[in-house]
């Protein structure tokens, strides 16, 4: 495939922000691609934009000028790709568009699907993450916790995801019975927010995700809670309000929470730079059942930090976002890294998503074990979708 025409332009993102899109031309075809953004975010990602998204724009649409008639053949040209664009002189954002485009064009020229020319033998389909009560930095006047996932045992992904779909609309329902300021609200992910405790809202999730034969797990991005060094709780629980814990306490309370609701998923139980405590819960929480401790703010989809993690034991399981690192080529070194050392990888959406539904088909192709994509809103629909589009058309 040779491009014969790339351009940036500027359009919106799920939270109404700007964010870049990119167009590839061939002789044959054409692919687009369009980058995500966070909201809760590691202070250790990659640059999104040159200073704003106009200024990325104007310097991508230059440098993208260098790419007429490169020759790009396979994944592995985007090694040379981000020499001559990268996050230094564009922005995440910019290369993310652009990679995501060429790899559509590239799909469309070759008259197959996406995963297919990833990867022709890729056979096993994800497990879903979705995210039904939420708080955090995705909300405002709800939980600390910043998701409560679902993860339905299921036999097929559409069986999957819509078990994923019947959990989340009763939850809205026992919110509504049991929450008098309960108006429908939903985190910038669609998940629901409440009022209720921390504590009441897992035993919610707990309750009714048993009955669907699902698994829970939360993403407490501990890092928004860590104020002055200590853990700040606003309403943990009836009993217990205005908490402020040190690590100690903190992971003791991690453990509890862990241990009663049976979590199988901890992801960013402590700050971005606390190895040590993470390796400590790891420790303590896989003691005696097999519970994945999952680091996104840690590690920030970088290599370097990964490696630190394993060297530690911090984790058994990583976040892989390819804007966070501002490279598709990165972001796939930290995926086979993390299943070279025996760690999970989860491929995950951001908060601020588009309709672009090309994570489905690097997640298949690239036979990742989990996703988080997100449950409600055409732009978490949209991924979840495509893998049952895929499925169906095995």
């Known amino acids: 495939m040779k491009p014969t025409g790339i351009r940036a332009i500027k359009v919106l993102n799920s939270l109404a922000r700007p964010t870049i899109a990119v167009r590839v031309k061939t002789s044959m075809c ?19 934009f040159i200073q704003n998204a106009d200024l990325s724009i104007e310097l991508f649409n230059n440098y993208a000028k260098k790419l007429i008639d490169f020759n790009f053949q396979n994944f592995d040209d985007f090694e040379e790709v981000e020499k001559i664009i990268n996050v230094g002189n564009a922005g995440g954002s910019a290369v993310i568009a652009l990679e ?41 006047n709800s939980i600390d916790i910043q998701e409560i996932l ?4 299921a036999k097929s992904i559409s069986e999957a995801v819509f078990t994923a779909s019947e959990i989340y609309h009763k939850i809205r329902f026992e919110l509504a019975k049991k929450d008098k300021h309960f108006l429908s609200g939903r985190t910038a992910e669609g998940a629901w927010t409440t009022s209720l405790p921390d504590e009441t809202a897992l035993e919610i999730v707990d309750r009714i995700a048993g009955r669907h034969k699902s698994e829970i797990g939360i993403d407490m991005a501990a890092t928004s809670l860590f104020v002055r060094g200590k853990y700040l709780w606003r309403n ?36 971005q730079d606390s190895y040590k405590a993470f390796s400590d819960f790891n420790k303590a929480s896989n003691k005696y059942s097999r519970k994945l401790v999952c680091g996104d703010d840690l ?10 993690a394993v060297e530690q034991n911090s984790i058994n399981a990583v976040i892989i976002k390819p804007n966070q690192i501002g490279s598709l080529f990165k972001a796939k070194q930290v995926l086979d890294y993390a ?56």
Not at 110 to 133: D, E, G, S, T
Not at 150 to 153: D, H, I, L, T
Not at 380 to 387: G, H, I, Q
């Open 150 to 153: 679902v993860a339905p045992k």
């Open 299 to 308: 590690i920030s989809t970088n290599l370097s930090r990964l490696k630190v």
């Open 100 to 140: 995501y485009a060429m790899l559509n064009a590239l799909a469309q020229e070759r008259k197959r699907p996406l995963w297919k020319v990833l990867n022709p033998n890729a056979k096993a389909f994800p497990r879903i993450l979705a995210n039904v009560v939420g708080g955090g930095q995705h909300a405002t």
């Open 339 to 394: 299943k070279k050392k025996d760690i999970i990888p989860v491929l995950s959406h951001r908060s601020g998503e588009t309709n672009d539904s090309i994570l489905a088909q690097l997640a298949f192709g690239w036979q990742a074990p989990f996703v988080k994509f997100g449950l409600a809103g055409g732009e978490r629909t949209a991924k979840l979708n495509e893998l049952i589009k895929i499925e169906q058309n095995l």
């Open 30 to 48: 054409e692919g687009w691609g369009s980058a995500p953004s966070g909201t809760s975010k590691s202070s250790f990602e990659a640059v999104e």
């Open 236 to 271: 943990f629980s009836r009993q217990q309000k205005g908490i402020h814990a040190d690590e100690k306490k903190h992971i003791e309370l991690m453990e509890q929470i862990s241990n009663r609701f049976h979590l199988f998923y901890i992801e960013d139980p402590l700050h």
